[in-house]
């Protein structure tokens, strides 16, 4: 039978924790959020904090039944060899409820969490997992109920915010804040998974992320008149693309590229151009002969994206006919005769074999 040193300590209630809430950010930046899953996995996380919390004052003060308090203290190790098997799986943890409860006798940082509120995440909770509902319009405050608990609690652990949260601290500092708008906390969350994915892919060492192939370089990758151009990635340390058009070029024989869409072929954020602001995309960038000139500061996005809507309908016609002859082929979230069925166009065989 393990000790309980082997199946309990703090770190890996810390660390159990720590994955729980992940997941639920993950959900809840989903587009569009799911909001029971993160509700569901953040009340995990700060119950299981809850109970590390309360283990590192005493393992003991978290079991609820005499098998799980044999397991906490050790004492399962000392039973005679006649004596009833005692699983781990038949023992039995205090509730969540009284977990906040407890706990709040030995620390002031969660004076600020009600037991209603507490009470109202736990409801939610049960209702996702006993029923699979939740109640949109009170899940991101019940969201953030556990984030308080978590903040409170973490600091008492010995853990720090950023390594707990990751990337995911965004995510964080958004959900419960009604004064934010829509499109800031949509950036914010699809900003988190680019970032979660780079973590992911390439680690969280401070290595060079690979740039891949520059995939914006095939002719007509864009339709007729389309054309990118690469940028300074929001989430950092690597290059995606803005997708558009230029311009004419003026008597400098600079031209002005204006782009409607933006994604990254490394961390796949993506956004369209009334997502630019919030992200810090250029709207659009003039083009020189010798290359990328910088963009005017106060340069009206609005004219320019007017400017490039009345080309653009021009050009529908032939890159409807480019796609029919299958001499087109599109890039993610264009419209491509691959995804429709029809057969490839040699483009795509060209990618493939690159």
């Known amino acids: 039978m393990a000790s309980s040193g082997e199946l309990f300590d703090v770190g890996k209630f810390l660390a159990s924790s ?14 569009p959020p799911a909001y029971d899953l993160a509700v569901h996995h ?3 996380a700060a119950e299981h904090l809850l109970k590390a919390f309360l283990f590192k004052v005493e393992p003991a003060l978290i079991a609820d039944n005499t098998t799980m ?10 039973r005679t060899q006649h004596a009833a098997e005692r699983r781990l799986e038949t023992g039995a943890s205090i509730t ?35 029923l699979g509902v939740v109640d949109i319009s009170m899940a991101e405050n019940n969201i953030a109920t556990c984030f308080e608990i978590v903040e409170a609690l973490i600091k008492e652990l010995g853990e720090s915010s950023s390594a707990y949260w990751g990337t995911w601290m965004d995510i964080r500092e958004s959900l419960g804040k009604a004064h934010l708008d829509d499109v800031t906390r949509r950036m914010r969350a699809r900003l988190a998974k680019a970032r979660a994915r780079i973590r992911e892919n390439y680690g969280e060492s401070n290595a060079p992320v690979p740039q891949g192939p520059i995939l914006w370089g095939y002719t007509g990758m864009f339709g007729p ?19 558009g058009h230029s311009m004419p070029a003026d008597e400098n024989s600079v031209s002005v590229f204006v782009a409607h869409s933006y994604f990254c072929q490394i961390c796949g954020l993506k956004a ?10 250029p709207f659009s960038l003039d083009v020189g002969k010798q ?23 021009a050009e529908e016609a032939t890159l409807r006919q480019e796609i029919a002859e299958g001499r087109w082929c599109g890039f993610p979230d264009i419209e491509c005769p691959c995804e429709l069925g029809e057969p490839k166009p040699k483009l795509c065989y060209q990618y493939e074999q690159s």
């Open 69 to 78: 308090l044999l397991h906490l203290t050790g004492a399962i190790s000392q």
């Open 272 to 281: 369209d151009v009334d997502e630019f602001e919030p992200l810090g995309i």
């Open 18 to 31: 720590r994955r729980w809430m992940h997941e639920a950010m993950r959900h809840a930046a989903a587009e």
């Open 225 to 243: 008149g389309g054309s990118g151009h690469g940028v300074p990635c929001p989430t950092e340390g690597h290059t995606g693309m803005l997708v």
């Open 96 to 130: 969540a409820r009284d977990a906040l409860e407890l706990a709040r006798e030995f620390t002031k940082g969660l004076d600020r969490v009600s037991k209603q509120r507490w009470t109202s995440a736990l409801n939610a909770r049960n209702s996702v997992a006993h």
């Open 42 to 44: 953040a009340q995990v």
């Open 291 to 313: 290359g990328l000139v910088s963009s005017p500061a106060d340069r009206d996005p609005v004219e320019w994206q007017a400017r490039l809507a009345s080309e653009r309908e």
